[in-house]
C-alpha cells in the first residue's frame, strides 16, 4: 500500500509569511494526526481529525494555526502569519481509526521541514 | 498531565552487542499502551515495538525486546545484536487507550560504530 504522502519536503519563508502543508493519508484511514517536531524534540501533537471532524486541538496555537480535512481525505495545515519559532518538522499521520493505534501505531509521513528566517 | 522522559540524549554502542534504551512516563490513566519508534535521518518515524500496559509479559520483535515495569512507570528498549542500520533516533511513546494520541518523549540518539 501506498504510505502517508506530503509536500513540500523542504520549505524556507521569512517571518509573518504565511504557509501551507499537505497531506495525503493511507486509502482507508479515517484518522489523521498533524505533528509538530521542533529540532532536538520529540514531536508534539497539534491536531487530530477523525474523518473530517475534529476530535482534539487543544495544542494548536489557534490565533495563527489552522487545518482542515475537508473530504475526509487529504489535508492541508496553514500557519498565517509564521513566527521564528514555528521552525520545525511538520509530521502527517494517519490510522484506521483511534482504536487501531494501539495495535498498530501510526503510519507517518516522511514530513516538511519548515524553516522560519 | 502525561509525560515521557528519557534521559540519554545520546548513545553509542559497538556493532554486535547490545544496548539498553531508557524510557520513564507519568500517567494516572489505567489502560494504555507504549511504544518505541526509530527516526533515522529520512525523517519517516518507524514503529519498533509496542506493549499493552495490561499485559505483563514483556514484548519481542526479533532483536528488540522491552523491559516494561508498570509499578516503576518504566519502558526501556534493548537492542541486541546491534546493526549499523539501527543508527537513528529512538523515541518512546504513550498513548491513552482509545484516544490514537500518542506523547512522545525528547528521543536518544543512537549511533552504532563499527
Known amino acids: 500500500e501506498a504510505g502517508v504522502a506530503q509536500s513540500p519536503r523542504y520549505k524556507i519563508i521569512e517571518k509573518r509569511q504565511s504557509v501551507a502543508f499537505w497531506c495525503n493519508p493511507i486509502s482507508g484511514h479515517a484518522t489523521l494526526y498533524w505533528y509538530q517536531q521542533i529540532l532536538g524534540q520529540g514531536p508534539k501533537l497539534l491536531i487530530q481529525?477523525?474523518?473530517?471532524?475534529?476530535?482534539?486541538d487543544s495544542q494548536l496555537p489557534k490565533d495563527r494555526f489552522s487545518a482542515e480535512r475537508l473530504k475526509g481525505v487529504d489535508s492541508t495545515l496553514k500557519i498565517q502569519p509564521a513566527k521564528l519559532e514555528d521552525s520545525a518538522v511538520y509530521l502527517c499521520?494517519?490510522?484506521?481509526?483511534?482504536?487501531?493505534?494501539?495495535?498498530?501505531?501510526?503510519?507517518f509521513g516522511s514530513g516538511t521541514r519548515l524553516t522560519v528566517v | 498531565a502525561q509525560t515521557v522522559t528519557q534521559s540519554q540524549p545520546e548513545m553509542s554502542v559497538q556493532e554486535a552487542e547490545t544496548v539498553t534504551l531508557s524510557c520513564t512516563y507519568d500517567?494516572?490513566?489505567?489502560?494504555?499502551?507504549l511504544f518505541w519508534y526509530k527516526q533515522p535521518p529520512s525523517r519517516q518515524m518507524i514503529l519498533v515495538i509496542r506493549q499493552e500496559a495490561y499485559k505483563q509479559q514483556n514484548a519481542t520483535e526479533n532483536r528488540f525486546s522491552v523491559n516494561f515495569q508498570k509499578a516503576a512507570k518504566s519502558f526501556s528498549l534493548k537492542i541486541s545484536d546491534s546493526q549499523l542500520g539501527d543508527t537513528a533516533m529512538y523515541f518512546c511513546a504513550f498513548s491513552p487507550a482509545n484516544t490514537g494520541k500518542l506523547i512522545f518523549g525528547q528521543g536518544t540518539t543512537l549511533q552504532v560504530k563499527p
Open positions: 481529525f477523525q474523518n473530517n471532524g475534529v476530535v482534539d
Open positions: 500517567t494516572s490513566e489505567n489502560n494504555y499502551y
Open positions: 499521520a494517519s490510522s484506521l481509526s483511534r482504536a487501531t493505534t494501539a495495535n498498530y501505531g501510526y503510519t
